[in-house]
């Protein structure tokens, strides 16, 4: 038996003892997690999602977060600036074994769902009916979360864009290392943004207040 299952944007064909990179996701070495977005279940009888396989799940372990191989990615500018900048860039992967896949009984399975790092804050949800029920959360952090619009730049609309990805507080943001930079910077077109305007810095100062 083979399934198809979607995570991180990308579609995975998997099988039983499979061993794959995915993007990272909120869990720890160790950890069982269930991939809950499964697109076609193959086999004796396949069944082909509309969108996705109702019920259906693949279940890993995972073996560790590691890193992927660095890419190198040299910006010049048009003439008259004289400027250029050179970046290296290792993404963030989840290294996993698929154990199980089931065509049917993952709302009782009872393990945590596979959840991207940057989408909920280190929070797993364990089946998708309870994922529906968290919908509003992103929401309900905003309300409790810090003004961002004191940082350089960010407007009501930045802010909106940066609640919807998770962050809320100036804690987040001064915690961020290169790679989350570079991660966010390609997530929202900042094109550089969070390093000319200072955020990290300045939230820090804001954060100690």
């Known amino acids: 038996m083979f399934a198809v ?17 995915v993007e990272k996701l ?9 991939f809950n977005e499964i697109l076609m279940v193959g086999g004796d009888s396949p069944v082909v999602g509309a ?23 040299f910006v010049k500018r048009r003439r008259k600036h004289s400027s250029k900048r050179t970046k290296g860039h290792r993404q963030q992967l989840t290294l996993l074994r698929i154990t199980d896949i089931l065509a049917s009984g993952a709302d009782a399975s009872g393990v945590k769902a596979a959840v991207g790092a940057g989408s909920v804050a280190g929070v797993a949800v364990a089946t998708p009916k309870k994922a529906a029920a968290k919908k509003s959360a992103p929401k309900a952090a905003a309300a409790g979360g810090d003004d961002l619009k004191k940082l350089s730049g960010v407007g009501p609309a930045l802010e909106k864009r940066l609640h919807e990805n998770g962050v809320t507080t100036f804690a987040q943001i ?36």
């Open 51 to 73: 969108p996705l396989v109702a019920d259906a799940a693949v279940q890993a372990d995972v073996i560790d977060q590691i890193k992927g191989d660095k890419v190198i990615n």
């Open 174 to 209: 001064a915690a961020w290392t290169e790679p989350d930079v570079t991660e966010m910077d390609e997530k929202l077109s900042f094109k550089g943004r969070i390093e000319r305007e200072g955020w990290i810095a300045q939230a820090k100062d804001l954060a100690s207040k």
């Open 5 to 21: 299952l979607k995570t991180g944007g990308k579609q995975y064909k998997v099988q039983s003892g499979d061993v794959l990179r």
């Open 26 to 34: 909120a869990a720890d070495a160790g950890d069982k997690i269930q």
